[in-house]
């Protein structure tokens, strides 16, 4: 088990990434610093606060959010009046802004917003996760918020088929991209209008799609899991990103993994 969560590579800059692994369930949320105030706070909040037993459908989701909001609205409101003017309009305007997903040890997994769950299997090769498809991640995510109510449309939950040959793994949504991105490629024959579809729609993740096609042959398992697999430490995985980076594989963010 472990949750490693690395800030932008830049000075003075807050991770606004919050990621947990525990015995019962792993999680990330990315904290949306576009919008209102105290995401890194929101997000490190939200994995804080989830149960140990499965959040099973929208319903008991929505329960959950209404069930720990207000303790975190009112301490953040407190810090909001200490700093006053434009700074707290804006927290009673628009709040605090995450992401969500979590999987908890039987494989039930639940998202909100563009952090993805995985559960890979070596002996299958193949990849479950929690996302639609590689084009939509060029659309605004849906958004966990502090005060508003939810919308049940930004809710997927699944269960993976988990055996002793998977591997069940989280990160927040440019390593995200960049997983799913990659085994789509190493399987084009299979993903191929999926890809041109991506690569079509002319964004920043459409260029990362031609550099990993560029490269000539890739083994998902040793170039992607197993080189996840072997960060064990925040400065191995910062270490591999930047490589990626080079590679022009990936963007910049925030980056977090867990491993279940």
Known sequence: MRAISLAKFEEDIVNEDAAIATESVIAVSDGAGGGGVFAERWSQYLVNHLPDNPIKDYKAFDKW???????FYNDCEEEAKKIGG?????????????????????????????????????????LQHSFTQLVDFNNPPYLINCKDTLDEKGFRTGKFIVDDDCMVFAASDTLAHYILMMYKVSHRDLNNEEIIGAIDAQTKNSNFLKSAIRKRKINFEKDV????????????????????????????????????
Not at 65 to 71: L, S, T
Not at 236 to 260: A, C, N, P, T
């Open 225 to 260: 899991i197993q080189k996840l697999e072997n960060c064990k430490y925040p400065k191995q995985l910062k270490l591999h990103i930047e490589s990626l980076k080079r590679w022009g594989f990936i963007g910049h963010d925030d980056y977090s993994l867990v491993i279940m």
């Open 65 to 71: 959010i209404d069930g720990i909001w207000e303790p």
């Open 86 to 126: 434009l700074f707290l309009n804006k927290f009673y305007d628009e709040g605090s802004f995450a992401t969500l997903v979590a999987v908890w040890k039987n494989g039930i997994w639940i998202s909100y917003g563009d952090s993805v769950a995985f559960c890979y299997n070596r002996k299958t090769k193949n």
